[in-house]
C-alpha cells in the first residue's frame, strides 16, 4: 500500500510509515474489518509535521493485528505474516517489522514505529537497523490509532527506524523543529538540542555500565560476545566501563504485563469477536497474562501505578549510586545492554521482553545499533549456557543452536537518563567511533 503526498518544503524526501498506528486513509492494523470498514483522516500531529517538511510518504508497512505492544512480531489476517529479510524462518520482530523489514530492504530510507514494549527497538534489531525509542511527551504522539485510547499507566512512543544514527537524529531535529507541542498538549517544550546531539557537553572519557544478564533471562553467546567486544573497545578507547546490575527486572515485567491489561484483556477479546477472529499466536501469549483475571478496579490502578514510581525511583538512585563505582566519579552516562535474549528467534517464539520492555516501565529512552551478522560455523565452539533459573530462562536457552540463526543480524542498545535523546545519540556516535578505531 503506497500513498504519496506533496509538501512544499522537503528535509526528508522519502519514508515509510507503520500502519494502522495512523488515521490516514484506511488501515490494515488491527483487523481485517477494520481494514474495510475504517476510513482514517490525514490529521494527526505527526502528520502536520510531515505536510511541513516531509515531500512523500512512501508506504505503510504490515504490523500485528492487534495494537502492537500484543506481539514482538509480525502476523495480521489481511496479509498474513512477514519474516527476516536475512532468514525466513526467523521473525522480524514486532510490532513494527513490516517497518524492519521493508528498510532492511532498502524498500525505504526510513521508517516510523511505536514502542511501548519494544517495537520500535526489537524490528530494528531483528533487522539490523537503528531504531529509537525516546521518552514519553517527547515525540508528537496523538492523532494515533489503537485500542485502549485513553489509558495512561503505560505510555507508548513514536521512534524512528533508519540505517544510520545519522537519520535518527535527522527525524528528531525535523519533528521537533516544528513545535509538535503548540498542538499536543501532553508534548514538553523542549526543542530539540542539535549541538548536544552532536557531542558538545559530551565527556571526553565516557562512564559506560554494561548489563550482562537481567537475571531472569541470560543471552544468548554472541549477545554475551558482541558486548565483550563493545567492552574491550572501549577500555582500550581510555573509556570507563563497569557492570550495572539488574535492578528487578522479573518484578518489572510482571507488573507491565498488568499495565498492559488493566481490563484483563477484554478490549481485545471484544475486538476479536466482533470480526469473527481468532488471536495470532503471539496474541495469544500476551493476552494469557490476564487469563481468567478481572479488571482492575480504580483502586487497584492506583496501586500498580505507585509500584510502577517505586520502581522507577528505585532504578534512578541505583543509576546515581554508579558514581561511587566509576574513575571519573561520575554516574554513568549509559548503560550498554541487550535489546533481547536471542538474535532474530524462530516465528512464534518470543517469550522474554525484559531487555526492552524495562526501560519503556522506567521511561528511559533507548537506542538499538548493529553490530554484525552471524554466521553458524560447524567448527565454531561456544561457552555453555549457565544454568536455567526458571521456566521461561529453560525454554530460551533450549532454542539456542547455531544453524538456527545464521545470518541473523546482531544488535546492542544503549540506554540513557530520561528526556536526554541527544546525549544518547552523542554517546552511541563515540561508542562507535570507539569500535571502529579500537576493534582487534
Same mark, same amino acid.
Given at each position: 500500500?503506497?500513498?504519496?503526498?506533496? *509538501?512544499?518544503?522537503?528535509?526528508?524526501?522519502?519514508?515509510?510509515? /507503520?500502519?494502522?498506528?495512523?488515521?490516514?486513509?484506511?488501515?490494515?492494523?488491527? $483487523?481485517?474489518?477494520?481494514?474495510?470498514?475504517?476510513?482514517?483522516?490525514?490529521?494527526?500531529?505527526?502528520?502536520?509535521?510531515?505536510? &511541513?517538511?516531509?515531500?512523500?510518504?512512501?508506504?505503510?508497512?504490515?504490523?500485528?493485528?492487534?495494537?502492537?505492544?500484543?506481539?514482538?512480531?509480525?502476523?495480521?489476517?489481511?496479509?498474513?505474516?512477514? =519474516? @527476516?529479510?536475512?532468514?525466513?524462518?526467523?521473525?522480524?520482530?514486532?510490532?513494527?517489522?513490516?517497518?524492519? *523489514?521493508?528498510?532492511?530492504?532498502?524498500?525505504?530510507?526510513? %521508517? =516510523?514505529?511505536?514502542?511501548?514494549?519494544?517495537?520500535?527497538?526489537?524490528?530494528?534489531?531483528?533487522?539490523?537497523?537503528?531504531?529509537?525509542?525516546?521518552?514519553?511527551?517527547?515525540?508528537?504522539?496523538?492523532?494515533?490509532?489503537?485500542?485502549?485510547?485513553?489509558?495512561?499507566?503505560?505510555?507508548?512512543? =513514536?521512534?524512528?527506524?533508519?540505517?544510520?544514527?545519522?537519520?535518527?537524529?535527522?527525524?528528531?531535529?525535523?519533528?521537533?523543529? #516544528?513545535?509538535?507541542? &503548540?498542538?499536543?498538549?501532553?508534548?514538553?517544550?523542549?526543542?530539540?538540542?542539535? *549541538?548536544? #546531539?552532536?557531542?558538545?557537553?559530551?565527556?571526553?572519557?565516557?562512564?559506560?555500565?554494561?548489563?550482562?544478564?537481567?537475571?531472569?533471562?541470560?543471552?544468548?553467546?554472541?549477545?554475551?560476545? #558482541?558486548?565483550?567486544?563493545?567492552?574491550?573497545?572501549?577500555?582500550? #578507547?581510555?573509556?570507563?566501563?563497569?557492570?550495572?546490575?539488574?535492578?528487578?527486572?522479573?518484578?518489572?515485567?510482571?507488573?507491565?504485563? /498488568?499495565?498492559?491489561?488493566?481490563?484483563?484483556?477484554?478490549?481485545?477479546?471484544?475486538?476479536?469477536?466482533?470480526?469473527?477472529?481468532?488471536?495470532?499466536?503471539?496474541?495469544?501469549?500476551?493476552?494469557?497474562?490476564?487469563?481468567?483475571?478481572?479488571?482492575?478496579?480504580?483502586?487497584?490502578?492506583?496501586?500498580?501505578?505507585?509500584?510502577?514510581?517505586?520502581?522507577?525511583?528505585?532504578?534512578?538512585?541505583?543509576?546515581?549510586?554508579?558514581?561511587?563505582?566509576?574513575?571519573?566519579?561520575?554516574? =554513568?552516562?549509559?548503560?550498554?545492554?541487550?535489546?533481547?535474549?536471542?538474535?532474530?528467534?524462530?516465528?512464534?517464539?518470543?517469550?522474554? $521482553? %525484559?531487555?526492552?520492555?524495562?526501560?519503556?516501565?522506567?521511561?528511559?529512552?533507548?537506542?538499538?545499533?548493529?553490530?554484525?551478522?552471524?554466521?553458524?560455523?560447524?567448527? *565454531?565452539?561456544?561457552?555453555?549456557?549457565?544454568?536455567?533459573?526458571?521456566?521461561?530462562? @529453560?525454554?530460551?536457552?533450549?532454542?539456542?543452536?547455531?544453524?538456527?540463526?545464521?545470518?541473523?543480524?546482531?544488535?546492542?542498545?544503549?540506554?540513557?537518563?530520561?528526556?536526554?535523546?541527544?546525549?544518547?545519540?552523542?554517546? &552511541? @556516535?563515540?561508542?562507535?567511533?570507539?569500535?571502529?578505531?579500537?576493534?582487534?
Amino acid at each position: 500500500m503506497c500513498f504519496l503526498f506533496s *509538501a512544499r518544503t522537503s528535509y526528508l524526501s522519502l519514508f515509510s510509515i /507503520k500502519d494502522g498506528h495512523t488515521k490516514l486513509l484506511r488501515t490494515v492494523m488491527h $483487523w481485517w474489518w477494520k481494514f474495510y470498514a475504517t476510513p482514517g483522516q490525514f490529521y494527526t500531529s505527526k502528520h502536520r509535521v510531515r505536510r &511541513l517538511y516531509l515531500s512523500v510518504i512512501l508506504c505503510t508497512s504490515s504490523c500485528i493485528r492487534l495494537l502492537g505492544f500484543q506481539s514482538l512480531e509480525t502476523d495480521n489476517n489481511v496479509f498474513g505474516r512477514t =519474516v @527476516n529479510p536475512f532468514n525466513r524462518n526467523l521473525t522480524p520482530g514486532g510490532s513494527s517489522g513490516g517497518e524492519g *523489514a521493508l528498510i532492511a530492504c532498502h524498500g525505504s530510507p526510513m %521508517g =516510523v514505529g511505536t514502542d511501548i514494549g519494544g517495537s520500535v527497538r526489537i524490528p530494528a534489531a531483528h533487522c539490523g537497523l537503528y531504531g529509537l525509542k525516546g521518552s514519553v511527551a517527547r515525540l508528537p504522539h496523538s492523532g494515533l490509532l489503537g485500542s485502549h485510547d485513553g489509558m495512561d499507566a503505560i505510555v507508548g512512543c =513514536v521512534g524512528p527506524l533508519a540505517t544510520s544514527a545519522r537519520d535518527l537524529e535527522l527525524f528528531c531535529r525535523v519533528m521537533l523543529d #516544528a513545535k509538535p507541542w &503548540l498542538n499536543e498538549p501532553p508534548l514538553l517544550e523542549m526543542p530539540w538540542k542539535r *549541538a548536544v #546531539a552532536n557531542g558538545e557537553g559530551l565527556p571526553e572519557k565516557l562512564a559506560i555500565a554494561i548489563l550482562y544478564d537481567d537475571g531472569v533471562v541470560a543471552p544468548h553467546p554472541p549477545i554475551t560476545q #558482541a558486548l565483550n567486544q563493545y567492552k574491550d573497545t572501549l577500555v582500550r #578507547a581510555g573509556h570507563d566501563v563497569i557492570e550495572w546490575h539488574a535492578v528487578d527486572h522479573q518484578n518489572g515485567w510482571d507488573l507491565i504485563a /498488568k499495565l498492559y491489561l488493566l481490563d484483563g484483556g477484554a478490549e481485545y477479546r471484544e475486538t476479536i469477536r466482533a470480526g469473527g477472529e481468532r488471536e495470532v499466536p503471539q496474541t495469544e501469549w500476551i493476552l494469557k497474562h490476564a487469563q481468567g483475571r478481572e479488571p482492575y478496579t480504580p483502586a487497584n490502578i492506583f496501586k500498580l501505578n505507585l509500584e510502577r514510581e517505586a520502581l522507577r525511583s528505585k532504578a534512578l538512585a541505583h543509576w546515581n549510586a554508579t558514581h561511587t563505582r566509576t574513575v571519573s566519579g561520575r554516574p =554513568v552516562d549509559a548503560i550498554l545492554c541487550p535489546v533481547a535474549p536471542t538474535l532474530a528467534p524462530p516465528h512464534d517464539t518470543t517469550r522474554w $521482553w %525484559g531487555y526492552s520492555s524495562h526501560w519503556n516501565l522506567l521511561d528511559l529512552p533507548g537506542v538499538v545499533f548493529p553490530v554484525g551478522r552471524f554466521t553458524a560455523t560447524p567448527s *565454531a565452539t561456544y561457552p555453555p549456557l549457565p544454568s536455567s533459573r526458571n521456566d521461561v530462562e @529453560n525454554f530460551i536457552h533450549g532454542q539456542w543452536n547455531p544453524a538456527t540463526y545464521d545470518n541473523a543480524p546482531i544488535s546492542l542498545q544503549l540506554v540513557g537518563r530520561r528526556h536526554n535523546e541527544e546525549k544518547l545519540l552523542a554517546v &552511541l @556516535n563515540a561508542v562507535e567511533k570507539s569500535f571502529r578505531e579500537n576493534a582487534l
